[in-house]
C-alpha cells in the first residue's frame, strides 16, 4: 500500500513536468502577445516589441520555460505580469475561494447524491428510482451556464432571495460567505448530483444481484446489517473513483461559474492569465489544479483500496 | 386442504416434515410473458432425512430452493401452493419471523463458494453476523463462537482464517466457511445447491465427507439440489427427478438408480460415463433434443418431445404421478384414451403423488422402461477404426515453465516429458493448479516454454505460436472450457467458422461457403443456427461451433482443455461422442484435459497424471486407473463420488492442503499429503520412475509389485474397477 502510494506521488512529477510544457506552447499560440496585453490597443508596434524584448517575452520558447522552469522548482514562482502582485500568494488566495466554493459543492452533493443514487437502487423499478433517474439524469444535461443564468435571473434579479454578486462586501463575516455561494453552487450541483447518483444507484443494483447478497440475506440478517454490511461497501466503490476525478474538476474546472458569478477563484483567475499571457501566473494556476487533480483522484484511489481488502492487500 | 387444516393435521401425526412443498406453481414474468418454472411440484422431506433432487440445468431446481427459502427473483411468483417447514407455512411469515427463521431454522449453501461470501468482510465478521444478529451476541463472543464454528468444519488454524477475507482462502476452505455459516445455528433443513461443483475431486470428497459427518451431528433435513447423480447416491436416502418444473419420478436413492421407472431418469443415467467405461467399449448414450424453453407450450407428458418411447397417448394427456410398482400407469393411458384429448392443460391434481408408496414415476410405461432403446450406436471406437498408427505426432521433452508472482517464482511445469502417437488421446488429469493447463498450453504456443522441446511430427516447434509455421498453427487447435468466451459474441455462427476456415484452411471464396456447411454438419449443428450468435445458442451448440472452428483447419493435434466441464451430462455425452466421431473420421490426436475422471477414462488411450507441476504418472488408461499405481493417483480415484452401491471404495483423505508451486516439498513433491509415505526416503530424495508394466510408468519409491499387494490389500471389495 505505501509503495503504492510512494509510486504514484513519483509519477506526478513527469506528469507535472508534461503539464507545463503544454501550457507553455499552448500560451505561445494564443492570439496576442504580452506587450500588447499591457500597453493596450493603442500603443504602436514599437512599443509593444521594446517592452516585448525588455520583459523578455522575444526570446525562444525553449529559453523562456528553461528560465522559469528554473525558478519556479526553486520556489521563485515570481510576480504576475499582469498584477504585478506576487504568483504564489495571489494563486493561493484564488484557490482558498474556488476551495471554499468546491468543499461548499461537494458536502452538499456528496451525501445526498449517495443517499438518493443507493435509494434508487435498493427500490430499483419502483415509481421512486424512475423518478430519480430521469430528474437526476435531466439535471445533469443541463450546462451550468444556463442553469446559472436563470438562477440568476429568477432568485437574484427577480426575486431577490439571493445576493447576484458570490462575494460579500468587504468586512462581512465569514459566514456570510456560505450565504453568497448558495447560487454559484446550485448549478455545481445539479451536474453532479446526476452523475454521482447514477453511479452510487447502478453500483447499488449491480451488488444486490451479487450471490453474496443473498447469502447475506439467508442468513437471517436485519435489511439494514445486510444494507450497511454488505452492499454499500461493495456498491460505492466505482462512485468514489468518480467522485475523485469529479472534485479535480470542481476545484479547477469552475472557469464558467467563476466567471459568470464573477467569483474570485482560481478558474477565473486562468482565464485572464490566458488572456494577458501572464504565463507565470497561468503556470502556477495550472500546476496548482493539476496537483489537486491528481491528489484527489490519489485520495479516491486509496480510499477504493480502503473498501477493497484484495486491491490493498496486492498493492 | 387449508394451511390451517394442513398445520393441525401436521401436529397432531409425529413431527412435522422438515420440508413439505405442496402443489407449488412459480411462475417468472419477463417482458409482459408468463413463464411457468414449477408446475405443482409436491414433495416432502422428514426431519433429519436427505433428499436429492435432480435434473439438468433450467428445469426449475434452484427455484424451487429459493421459493422454499422465500426468495424468488422480484419477477417471480408463487402462483398456487404452499411451502410449509416443520408445518409452518413459509408465506405468512412476518418480515422479522422470516429473518428469524432464515438461519435459525433453515440455511442454505451455494453453489460457487467465492461468490457467496463477502468479498470485502473478514471470515470471522461474516461467520459472527449470524451470532450476533440471531443470538445477540456481543462481538467478542460471537467471534469465539465462529472460531468454534470454523472448527468444527475443520478449518486449520481457525484464528488465523477468522481473520482473513475470503479470496485468500482455497475454494475448499470458502465453502467450508460457507457450511460453518449455515450450521452455526443448527438449523433444522438444510438447502445445498451444487455444493461441489467446480472444486477439484479430492476436495469435493472432502466436503462430502464433511457434510456427512456434521449430518450425524446435526440431524438436519438436507434438499440436496445436483446433477451429479453420484453426489446423491453417496448422500441421499430418496430422490426426486425434475424436468421442465415437474417432478417426473420419486423414490428411495437406491432403487431408483438401479431400476429407473421414468424414461428420463433412465437417460440421465445412461448418459454419464460409468466408471471404468471405456470408448472402445461402447458410445456414450444421449438424450435428444434440449430442455424445452420455458413458456414453451407442451403437448401432455412434459417429456414426450425427447422420449424415445413416446406413443400417441403421452401427447394426448399428461400422466399421473403414479405409483410404482403397480399397474396406475397402464390404467392412466387407458383413461387418457378414453378422456378427450387435452395435451395442454395440467391440473394441479395430477401434481400429487398418487397413493402412498414410495415411488412414483410420472409415466404411462414405467414398466417397459427398463427395455428403453439405446439412443447411439452402442459399438465403441476401436483404435484401429480411427487408423491410430505406432508413429508419435507429439513429444515433449523436459518442458519446464516458471511464472512470477511478485518476488515469487511459481514452478507451474516442471520437467515434463511425454509422446502421443498418431491418432491417439493423451488424458490428462490432476487437481487444479497442477499445471495441466499450463502443460497444454506450451504445446499450443499460446504459452512459450521456458526450457524443453516440443516435436511435432518429427519437426521441432518455436516456443511460441506467432512464430510458427502457417501449417503448424492449423494442425495444432485447442478447445476451451468455456465457448461463450472463445466465440465472438457479436459474429454469427456462420460468420466465426468463415473466418476460421479463411485464416486456417486458406480456402477461396468459393469453396469457404462448402466447406463451413461441411464442418457445421460434421458437428451437428443444424444451418439455420449458422445465422444467430452465439449468445441465441445453448451451451452445447456452442462447444459445438467451437469444435468446429478448431477443425476448421483440418488439424492433426487438437488440445481440449475441460471441452464438456460446464455442460449438463447428456450434452457432455453427445459432445464427447462427437469428439471421439471426429477422431475417427479425420484420424486426429487429442489431449484432453479434464478433472473429472470417469470422462477421462471414457475418452482417453492414454493417461497422464500430474501432481505439482510433475507428471508423476503416465500409462494405458486401464493400467494407470488400477493398482498398481501413484499414491495420489490411488487418491483421486477413492474420492470420487460413484453411483455405484455395492462398490464403494473407502476414501483415502489426502492429508493437508497443497503445497505451494514456489517451494515445493523437497524429495518427492507428494510426500506432504502421500497415504503411503515411507520416511525419510520419501523427504529426502526425488523418487525413480519405476515401469509396473511396459508403457506404465509412475514416479514412487514403492516397487510395482509391494505397491500393487498394498494397494489390492486396501481395497479387498473391488480389485478392478473396469
Given amino acids: 500500500m505505501a509503495r503504492l502510494i510512494g509510486r504514484r506521488l ?26 500588447r496585453s499591457i500597453l493596450g490597443p493603442y500603443a504602436t508596434q514599437q512599443q509593444v516589441d521594446i517592452l516585448n524584448h525588455h520583459l523578455g517575452a522575444d526570446k525562444p520558447l525553449y529559453e523562456r520555460y528553461a528560465v522559469w522552469a528554473g525558478h519556479f522548482v526553486t520556489g521563485h514562482w515570481g510576480a504576475s505580469l499582469q498584477l504585478g502582485t506576487p504568483v504564489f500568494s495571489t494563486v493561493m488566495r484564488a484557490l482558498g475561494n474556488s476551495l471554499l466554493l468546491a468543499g461548499f459543492a461537494l458536502v452538499i452533493i456528496v451525501p445526498t447524491s449517495i443517499l438518493v443514487g443507493v435509494y434508487a437502487g435498493l427500490r430499483r423499478d419502483s415509481l421512486l428510482d424512475r423518478a430519480i433517474t430521469i430528474s437526476t439524469l435531466s439535471m445533469t444535461v443541463i450546462p451550468e451556464f444556463v442553469s446559472g443564468v436563470i438562477l440568476i435571473v429568477v432568485f437574484a434579479v427577480t426575486l431577490h432571495w439571493l445576493p447576484v454578486s458570490a462575494m460579500p462586501p468587504q468586512g462581512a463575516p465569514f459566514v456570510d460567505r456560505f450565504y453568497y455561494l448558495i447560487l454559484p453552487a446550485i448549478p455545481l450541483m445539479l451536474l453532479e448530483l446526476g452523475y454521482i447518483a447514477r453511479m452510487a444507484r447502478v453500483g447499488t443494483v449491480q451488488v444486490l444481484a451479487m450471490p453474496y447478497i443473498r447469502t447475506a440475506v439467508l442468513k437471517g440478517l436485519p435489511r439494514h446489517r445486510v444494507i450497511f454490511g454488505h452492499v454499500l461497501r461493495n456498491a460505492l466503490v466505482p462512485t468514489v473513483t468518480v467522485i475523485g476525478s469529479q472534485v479535480g474538476w470542481l476545484i479547477g474546472g469552475l472557469v464558467v461559474v467563476e466567471f459568470l458569478f464573477v467569483y474570485p477563484g482560481i478558474g477565473n483567475m486562468m482565464i485572464n492569465a490566458a488572456q494577458f499571457h501572464d504565463v507565470p501566473l497561468l503556470e502556477a494556476c495550472v500546476l496548482v489544479v493539476a496537483v489537486l487533480y491528481m491528489l484527489s483522484n490519489l485520495i479516491a484511489d486509496i480510499v477504493v483500496a480502503l473498501l477493497n481488502p484484495r486491491i490493498r492487500m496486492g498493492g | 386442504m387449508s394451511a390451517v387444516d394442513s398445520q393441525a393435521n401436521a401436529t397432531d401425526a ?40 435432480v435434473g439438468e440445468s433450467g428445469c426449475g431446481k434452484t427455484t424451487l430452493a429459493m421459493a422454499a427459502l422465500r ?69 467478542a463472543e460471537a467471534l469465539e463462537r465462529a472460531r468454534e464454528s470454523l472448527r468444527r468444519v475443520a478449518l486449520p488454524d481457525p484464528d488465523a482464517t477468522l481473520r482473513r ?159 410404482w410398482p403397480s399397474d396406475a400407469g397402464v390404467k392412466g393411458a387407458a383413461e387418457a384414451e378414453a378422456m378427450p384429448p387435452d395435451p395442454v392443460a395440467y391440473s394441479p391434481h395430477h401434481a400429487s403423488p398418487v397413493g402412498e408408496a414410495a415411488r412414483h414415476a410420472r409415466c404411462y410405461f414405467s414398466a417397459q422402461v427398463p427395455e428403453m432403446p439405446q439412443m447411439a450406436p452402442v459399438v465403441g471406437a476401436s483404435l484401429e477404426a480411427r487408423g491410430a498408427s505406432s508413429g508419435d505426432v507429439l513429444e515433449i521433452k523436459a518442458v519446464e515453465r516458471t511464472f512470477k508472482d511478485g518476488r515469487k517464482r511459481l514452478t507451474a511445469v516442471h520437467d515434463v516429458s511425454l509422446n502421443l502417437k498418431h491418432g491417439e488421446t ?57 465457448p461463450d468466451s472463445t466465440l465472438n459474441p457479436a459474429w454469427s455462427t456462420r ?160 492429508r493437508g492442503a497443497m503445497p505451494s508451486l514456489s517451494e515445493p516439498p523437497t524429495g518427492c513433491r507428494f510426500h506432504t499429503r502421500c497415504h503411503r509415505f515411507l520416511g525419510d526416503l520419501c523427504v529426502q530424495q526425488e523418487p525413480p520412475i519405476q515401469e509396473a508394466v511396459t508403457g506404465h510408468t509412475y514416479k514412487c519409491h514403492i516397487p510395482p509389485d509391494e505397491l500393487l499387494a498394498a494397494q489390492l490389500a486396501d481395497r479387498p471389495a473391488s480389485p478392478v474397477e473396469a
Fill in chain 2, 165 to 323: 477475507y475470503p479470496f485468500e482462502l482455497s475454494g475448499g476452505q470458502q465453502q467450508r466457511v460457507v457450511i460453518a455459516m449455515a450450521l452455526a445455528v443448527n438449523p433444522h433443513l438444510l438447502v445445498l445447491d451444487e455444493p461441489t461443483t467446480g472444486l477439484d475431486a479430492t476436495v469435493e470428497a472432502e466436503i462430502l465427507d464433511l457434510i456427512e459427518e456434521l449430518r450425524g451431528r446435526i440431524h438436519a433435513a438436507i434438499l440436496l439440489i445436483t446433477h451429479n447423480l453420484g453426489l446423491v447416491a453417496h448422500l441421499c436416502e430418496r430422490v426426486g427427478v425434475l424436468y421442465a418444473g415437474r417432478i417426473v419420478e420419486e423414490g428411495p436413492a437406491r432403487e431408483l438408480f438401479t431400476d429407473p421407472r421414468h424414461p428420463y431418469t433412465m437417460g440421465l443415467l445412461r448418459c454419464a460415463p460409468r466408471f471404468g467405461m471405456n470408448k472402445t467399449d461402447a458410445a456414450l448414450q444421449t438424450i435428444p433434443g434440449t430442455l424445452p424453453a420455458l413458456g414453451e407450450p407442451l403437448a401432455g407428458c412434459v417429456y414426450s418431445a425427447r422420449c424415445p418411447m413416446a406413443k400417441p397417448v403421452c401427447t394426448r394427456r399428461e400422466p399421473d404421478l403414479y405409483a
Fill in chain 2, 14 to 53: 409425529a413431527p412435522a416434515a422438515a420440508l413439505d412443498v405442496r402443489d407449488l406453481e412459480v411462475t417468472f414474468h419477463r417482458r409482459g410473458r408468463d413463464l411457468p418454472v414449477l408446475k405443482g411440484v409436491t414433495l416432502h422431506i422428514e426431519p433429519g432425512e436427505a433428499y436429492g433432487l
Fill in chain 2, 495 to 654: 460468420a466465426i467458422l468463415t473466418r476460421s476456415v479463411r485464416k486456417l484452411a486458406g480456402s477461396r471464396s468459393g469453396s469457404v461457403r462448402a466447406k463451413v456447411d461441411k464442418l457445421s454438419a460434421d458437428v451437428r449443428v443444424e444451418p439455420r443456427f449458422l445465422l444467430q450468435k452465439p449468445a441465441d445458442l445453448s451451451g452445447g451448440q456452442k462447444q459445438r461451433i467451437a469444435i468446429a472452428r478448431a477443425f476448421a483447419g483440418d488439424p492433426r493435434l487438437v488440445v481440449c482443455d475441460e471441452p464438456a466441464s460446464a455442460l449438463d451430462v447428456s450434452v457432455q455425452a453427445s459432445i464427447l461422442n462427437l469428439l471421439v466421431e471426429l477422431q475417427t473420421s479425420e484420424s486426429v490426436s487429442y489431449i484432453f484435459i479434464s478433472h473429472d475422471l470417469a470422462v477421462v477414462r471414457y475418452i482417453s488411450d492414454r493417461i497422464g497424471v500430474m501432481y505439482l507441476a510433475e507428471l508423476i504418472e503416465v500409462g494405458s488408461a486401464e493400467e494407470v486407473f488400477n493398482p498398481p499405481h501413484h499414491p495420489y493417483t490411488e487418491a483421486l480415484l477413492s474420492s470420487i463420488p460413484k453411483l455405484d452401491f455395492d462398490r464403494r471404495l473407502q476414501r483415502i483423505p489426502l
Fill in chain 2, 426 to 482: 493423451f488424458g490428462l488429469v490432476g487437481e487444479s493448479g497442477s499445471g495441466k493447463t499450463t502443460l497444454a498450453k506450451c504445446v499450443t504456443g499460446l504459452i512459450a516454454a521456458d526450457s524443453g522441446t516440443v516435436t511435432f511430427e518429427g519437426k521441432l516447434m518455436r516456443s511460441t505460436a506467432g512464430r510458427r509455421s502457417q501449417d503448424a498453427l492449423r494442425a495444432i487447435q485447442m478447445v476451451f472450457q468455456n
Fill in chain 1, 10 to 35: 513519483l509519477l506526478m512529477v513527469p506528469t507535472l513536468i508534461l503539464v507545463s510544457i503544454l501550457v507553455f506552447a499552448l500560451a505561445e499560440v494564443l492570439p496576442g502577445n504580452l506587450g
Fill in chain 2, 71 to 139: 426468495y424468488l427473483a422480484g419477477n417471480g411468483t408463487v402462483d398456487a401452493g404452499q411451502v410449509l417447514v416443520e408445518g409452518r407455512d413459509v408465506s405468512t411469515l412476518s418480515e422479522e419471523a422470516l429473518r428469524k427463521w432464515r438461519g435459525e431454522a433453515v440455511a442454505m449453501v451455494y453453489q460457487d463458494p467465492a461468490t457467496a461470501l463477502s468479498p470485502a468482510m473478514r471470515i470471522g465478521d461474516q461467520v459472527a453476523e449470524v451470532f450476533r444478529y440471531h443470538e445477540g451476541l456481543k462481538k
